[in-house]
């Protein structure tokens, strides 16, 4: 428990404001209680004024975020200061006096009880009024009560049945009135000492009003004095309260659950055990004494059914809301997944024509959107995205959001209508987003899969779907593709790939080549590139069979450090035997985004004893595009070790100008499919002309690859390349080829790449 002791200056700051309130107390109540009708009235009325200004004061200096509430308190102390003064001895004032001043009282309720709904409402949702209707039943209780108790007694005794009424309903509005007072305590996350002194007030405030209606049935009234002492205690506490800081956090929203459901409850079962057991405490004394009391307990009982029913309704909103959210993506507002289920179940068992179907929807560029602008654009790229799939689907169908920029569409049609769909979505993706920061542009790439009637076959049709999905996307930007078995059968031929794959390299499986590149003035080898081979079950099996599977895996990690650390073991052994070249290994877009990378190569360098100018780097146009700024920094970290930067495949691609001045490339690599044609296409030549003239001017060095021909040789050498690769000048070769090899006696010194820019 914490027992914070205050220190003692600040005791005795506050001591003479202690001591001086409770003098001035003291003071009041001596004259209060001992002097006559207008001395009382004047201490009522400094009390009554002092607690107005308090409030004003209260409200100036402290700023509540709901002044209004305060402000109804501020007329309700007024209404309260010529009410309670002019009701006083019912024997002094005449009848018309003692209207007027139930007419004011009565105002003055309303607007406290204005007052306490506005600051329950605001800590609540405005449409959930669950703690008024409590403070309304324990009113007509409490009504009851006074009835049975103060009230029908009075009926045919000398008080006026209108006097003998006002004075026996002020006790039940007080009982409603303390109610949503005690409601706000226990909802208050934190002690609200100005609740607690208004609490203090209410309370007073019924006091007074039982004693007032008490003292009508007594043959020997109560001193006036005595009663309306009991309303001046009711205006100091109500100042106190308007004075406290804590009076600007009444209406504040609370992050602890309001008063338990359990514990309304309880007060409701008590209120009913009190007013049942008021009905042994007379019988009625007229037919109208019996309608009253029939009414109110009817109102009561009926009220505390309505009671019931709204809690048990709003127990059903709230598990029907939980359901919802349960069911239903919050970002985008459509199904999630688990409606997948009940969405095939329901197809499975409509009639109609056609086959169920489901087109699985992935957004291709998505990644790149997020990275770039982060991900509240993502989520309104993914909002936006789902909008326009849903508007785009026949009214039948259904969609659902699957997983990140995955959706599903589920429905029943043809299979032509099933094109008509995917086309359509496709097409909605492919028009430009504007979003908040910039507008971008995604495509959306459609796997699409067909089954029968068949209830178990969901799995089935999602798995299948997805293959779609896959085989769209590599066959380019925003297509569409149906399933087929030759699908399966190469997803199951690429998981037996990557089970085979694990473990290749310890079991010694994987096994490097070498393929010269030459210089084309000498046609002399200056550089050997490393190519790896998977040799399984006695075939040699080509990069393009099992590299991409190896990416996909996380195995190329384990890959692409056998061929760097097995290339640099073989440079050495290449110059042992008297040939100056260096070597060329190729990473993937996966190692290129591993900061690890450099440091693996400074390692394997080291080891072997070479420096960052005997190695050679190639990467594709495709590994730069999937993160360009996490590539720039790792080929800088490369570069700045004297390592060639190679881009590999040049032409295919999307590179631009500003990204390859960007990066540090040394070398282009002109794609096989451009030299194949030259000599047989004029606008090949052109264009590895127009690529010679561009890294001229980067300046980079070109390497043209898949040299063939003697004729394509000669061409290569007129367009000014100085390097060539391909068949005529060897194919890819294991070490001991090249070591064996009568020419490397003849090949000259060799030539540092980094020195040959053109």
């Known amino acids: 428990m914490d027992s914070k002791v205050l220190p003692m200056h600040q005791v005795l700051a506050g001591l003479p404001k202690l001591v001086g309130i409770s003098s001035a107390v003291v003071a009041s109540s001596v004259l209060f209680f001992r002097g006559d009708s207008s001395v009382r009235s004047i201490v009522m009325a400094a009390f009554a004024l002092s607690a107005i200004v308090a409030i004003s004061v209260g409200i100036r200096r402290y700023k509540p975020a709901d002044a209004t509430s305060w402000w109804c308190l501020f007329g309700a102390s007024g209404l309260f200061l010529v009410g309670v003064g002019l009701r006083g001895d019912p024997t002094v004032y005449p009848g018309g006096v003692t209207a007027l001043s139930n007419a004011l009282t009565l105002g003055g309720y309303c607007l406290i009880g204005t007052a306490l709904a506005r600051w329950v409402l605001e800590r609540r949702s405005r449409d959930d009024i669950t703690p008024l209707i409590d403070a309304g039943l324990i009113s007509v209780g409490t009504l009851f009560v006074s009835w049975v108790v103060l009230i029908s007694p009075l009926l045919d005794g000398s008080v006026s049945t209108a006097a003998a009424i006002a004075n026996g309903v002020y006790p039940a509005i007080d009982a409603g009135m303390i109610t949503l007072v005690t409601y706000l305590l226990v909802s208050s996350t934190h002690r609200n000492r100005a609740l607690r002194l208004l609490l203090v007030a209410l309370l007073a405030i019924l006091v007074g009003d039982l004693a007032y209606a008490q003292s009508l049935s007594r043959t020997v009234p109560l001193s006036p004095g005595l009663l309306d002492g009991i309303y001046l205690f009711a205006y100091a506490s109500l100042a106190l309260a308007a004075l406290n800081p804590q009076m600007a956090t009444m209406s504040h929203r609370q992050n602890s659950p309001p008063l338990h459901s359990r514990r309304r409850v309880l007060f409701v079962v008590a209120l009913l055990a009190v007013c049942a057991a008021t009905l042994v405490l007379g019988s009625s004394i007229s037919t109208v004494d019996l309608v009253v009391r029939s009414a109110l307990l009817s109102v009561l009982l009926i009220g505390t059914f309505l009671r019931g029913e709204r809690a048990m309704s709003l127990v059903q909103r709230s598990e029907d809301d939980a359901r919802y959210r349960a069911a239903h993506d919050t970002l985008t507002g459509l199904p999630n997944r688990t409606m997948l289920d009940e969405q095939f179940a329901r197809l499975a068992l409509a009639s109609g024509r056609g086959r169920i179907f489901i087109l699985f929807v992935d957004l291709d560029n998505f990644k790149t959107v997020n990275d770039s602008y982060g991900h509240r654009v993502g989520d309104e790229m993914i909002a936006a995205a789902a909008h326009r799939i849903r508007a785009t689907v026949r009214s039948s169908d259904t969609v659902v959001r699957y997983a990140g920029d995955e959706f599903i569409v589920i429905g029943r049609c043809t299979r032509p209508e099933m094109e008509e769909v995917a086309r359509s979505v496709i097409e909605r993706i492919s028009e430009p987003f504007v979003l908040s920061v910039a507008t971008a542009y995604i495509t959306a790439s459609v796997g699409i899969a067909a089954a029968d009637n068949r209830p178990g076959d969901l799995d089935d049709l999602l798995r299948e779907a997805d293959l779609a999905m896959y085989h769209a996307k590599s066959l380019g930007a925003s297509r569409f593709s149906f399933f087929d078995e030759s699908l399966r059968a190469s997803s199951i031929a690429a998981i037996e790939t990557a089970t085979a794959l694990r473990g290749a390299t310890r079991r010694g499986e994987l096994v490097v080549h ?171 030549n052109s264009l590895v002309a127009a690529i010679a003239a561009m890294a001229r001017a980067l300046p980079v060095s070109i390497v043209a690859e898949g040299v063939e021909t003697e004729e394509q040789a000669r061409a290569v050498e007129a367009l000014h390349c100085r390097f060539a690769q391909g068949y005529l000048y060897g194919r890819p070769a294991p070490l001991e080829h090249w070591l064996q090899t009568t020419l490397a006696a003849a090949h000259p010194v060799g030539v540092d790449l980094s020195n040959t820019v053109e």
Do not use: H
């Open 514 to 684: 070498y393929q010269p590149i030459v210089s084309t003035s000498s046609r002399s080898t200056v550089v050997y590139e490393a190519l790896v081979r998977w040799n399984r079950d006695g075939r040699l099996r080509s990069p393009v069979e099992f590299v991409p599977i190896a990416e996909s895996t996380n195995l190329i990690g384990e890959i692409g450090a056998f061929v760097l650390r097995t290339a640099l073991q073989d440079l050495n052994a290449l110059r042992a035997a008297g040939q100056n070249v260096t070597m060329s290994v190729n990473i993937s877009s996966v190692q290129l985004r591993d900061d690890s990378l450099p440091k693996l190569v400074s390692d394997m360098l080291e080891e072997y004893g070479l420096c960052g100018a005997d190695l050679a780097l190639e990467v594709t146009e495709t590994a730069l595009i999937d993160d360009v700024f996490a590539a720039k920094k790792i080929l800088d970290e490369l570069a700045a070790m004297e390592v060639l930067i190679v881009l590999d495949d040049f032409g295919v691609g999307y590179s631009s100008l500003s990204r390859l001045r960007e990066l540090p490339i040394a070398l282009l690599k002109i794609d096989r499919s451009f030299v194949s044609e030259i000599g047989t296409s004029e606008s090949a």
